[in-house]
Structure formats: structure tokens, C-alpha cells
């Protein structure tokens, strides 16, 4: 079987000794094997596993979040779910580019004969822009984001204002509006998202208080399936 040593495995899985080094610091993934002279060798299984690991962190998770799913029972299985929706997205991706295409064929010709452009046309382009499932979870996100990026600024000037010139009103205005936003986005977030279960691939909607105080990853929560009961990793998608 064949052993790597850390420059050998930073090399095929195009990251740094460092990098190597740091992941087995934080306890996501341990040489399989150290000689006497402390040099450690890792293993095909650890290779696997490191690309695992920077596959997962190519997505933006956290190295927490990658920790916790690599010690859950099915990791395997969370991965396959995450790569199939991201196998739908680039899937209804090119649909909607060729649906694109079609659409701009069929209007250079009526613009090439000076013609109206008919209603249907243009309904079916308006339809392209809203059709990809992840894109519009996508929009959820960037909504959340930027409404939560102006609360927490605002907030700061406030309380700049209050230490500074004394001035508590600004505060205290701005500060049930910023409360009311969130929760306003919280409800948001709930309303659009579902999610997929690991174990038996079903579709659900965790309940809202579950929601809300469950641990949870970029593109994924720690949820109990409401079809098979099974507690873990449950893949994020748009609730339609």
C-alpha cells in the first residue's frame, strides 16, 4: 500500500506543508503511521480523505463544520448529496443558457426583419431568469447578507454616537429597527429553505425552533428527518 510523506500529500492534493500540518493540528486528519525518527507517512485512505477535506472547504465550509461531518456516521452520504445539487445547478445551468440561446435566436431574427417580438417570447425569457432552484436560494442568501451587513453597521454608528457625543437616541432607534429587520430575515431564510436527508434522501422542512438553534454549515444543518427520524448532516436546498 502506498505511504505519503506530508510534502508528498500537500503535492497531489495541491495545498501547502503548512496546510497539512495545520488540518492535523485542529484533528481533521492524523498520519496513519510515524518512524522512529518522528517523520510522519500518511496513507491512500488519508490521501482520500485529505482531498475530501479540501473538496469540503472548496465549499466554504469551516474546518469545524468539516470536522464535525467527517465524525458524523454517513459523511459519505452528505458529500453525495452535496454534489448532486451542485450537479442540479450546473444541470439547470445549461439549460438555461441553451433556453438563452434559443430565446435570443428566435428575437435576432424578428429584430433582423424589424418585427414585433412576440408575447410568448418575451415570457419566456422573463421565465429563464427565474428558474434555477439555487440561484434563487443563492438570492435568499445575498438578501440576508446584505440587510445584515446594513443592521450591523448601522448599529455600530450608533453606539459610536453614544460613546462619543453622548447622544443615546440614535441607539435607541436604531436598535428595534435592526431587531425587527432580523427577525423579518430569520422568517425569510425559514419560508425559502428545506432540506435533504442523508439517510433516506427525502425532502423536508425541519421545525422552526429546531431550525433556528441547530448547528449548521454553509450548505448544511444538523436536523432530524421528519421521514425516517434520523438525526445528522441534512443538505440545503431551495423549498419550492
Not at 65 to 78: D, R
Request: with cysteine; charged share 25%.
Amino acid at each position: 500500500m502506498s505511504k505519503y510523506t506530508t510534502g508528498e500529500l500537500a503535492k497531489i492534493c495541491g495545498i501547502s506543508v503548512r496546510t497539512v500540518q495545520f488540518y492535523d493540528s485542529k484533528g481533521l486528519l492524523s498520519p496513519s503511521e510515524l518512524t522512529e525518527g518522528g517523520r510522519r507517512l500518511y496513507s491512500e485512505e488519508d490521501k482520500n480523505q485529505m482531498q475530501l477535506i479540501c473538496f469540503l472547504k472548496a465549499l466554504g465550509l469551516s474546518l469545524d463544520s468539516i470536522k464535525e461531518i467527517l465524525q458524523s456516521e454517513n459523511p459519505q452520504k452528505i458529500l453525495l448529496l452535496i454534489l448532486d445539487e451542485h450537479e442540479k445547478q450546473l444541470k439547470s445551468e445549461m439549460e438555461e443558457k441553451k433556453k438563452q440561446l434559443t430565446a435570443i435566436d428566435a428575437v435576432r431574427g424578428y429584430v433582423s426583419q424589424k418585427q414585433a417580438i412576440p408575447e410568448n417570447i418575451k415570457s419566456d425569457i422573463e421565465q429563464i431568469m427565474y428558474e434555477n432552484k439555487q440561484k434563487k436560494l443563492h438570492s435568499v442568501h445575498m438578501k440576508m447578507l446584505f440587510w445584515g451587513s446594513l443592521c450591523t453597521i448601522a448599529e455600530l454608528i450608533s453606539i459610536l454616537v453614544w460613546i462619543f457625543y453622548k447622544n443615546w437616541i440614535p441607539f435607541a432607534i436604531v436598535m428595534p429597527l435592526a431587531i425587527l429587520i432580523c427577525i423579518l430575515l430569520a422568517g425569510m431564510y425559514y419560508k425559502n429553505s428545506a432540506y435533504i436527508c442523508p439517510e433516506c434522501g427525502a425532502t423536508f422542512k425541519p421545525g422552526i425552533m429546531e431550525f433556528f438553534f441547530s448547528n449548521h454549515t454553509p450548505k448544511t444543518r444538523k436536523l432530524t428527518c421528519k421521514a425516517c427520524g434520523k438525526k445528522g448532516w441534512c443538505v440545503e436546498t431551495y423549498n419550492e
